[in-house]
């Protein structure tokens, strides 16, 4: 039986900025909702702070964070597996790693015949 896929991974530079946001404010999580006003950048909040809706799309965890994507853009990004990074710059208004000099950044692959073949649902 194959394994499936990681749906979202992390570069080892967001896996720490992760690791600095958790000692800082515990328990987080992110969301990507690929609406306006920061909506195309992973948003990073504490547990809590955001509400998980009823149509969102848990993917998978990071740094020990939950990911959640919404339904719709789950439907556009299903075929690719996200890859979560940071690079210099300003995080979005709301999200935890605003005001650290780094922001989280989604870059995606599509994911080859025989992932896709062994994705579940």
């Known amino acids: 039986m194959t394994m499936s896929p990681p749906r979202v991974v992390a570069t080892p530079a967001a896996l720490d900025l992760i690791a600095a946001l958790r000692l800082e404010h515990g328990a987080i999580l992110f969301h990507q909702s690929g609406g306006c006003c920061d909506g195309s950048a992973p948003m990073c909040f504490a547990v809590g702070d955001f509400m998980i809706g009823d ?3 848990h993917l998978g965890a990071i740094g020990g964070a939950d990911f959640y994507i919404s339904g ?6 299903k075929h690719t597996q996200l ?9 979005g208004m709301f999200s935890l790693e605003n005001g650290s000099g780094q922001r989280f950044l989604l870059r995606s692959r599509v994911f080859d015949e025989a992932e896709s073949a062994a994705l579940t649902p």
Not at 72 to 77: D, E
Not at 83 to 91: Q, S
């Open 55 to 57: 149509g969102d799309v």
């Open 72 to 77: 719709p853009q789950y439907a556009v990004w």
């Open 83 to 91: 890859i979560i990074d940071v690079v210099p710059g300003r995080g």
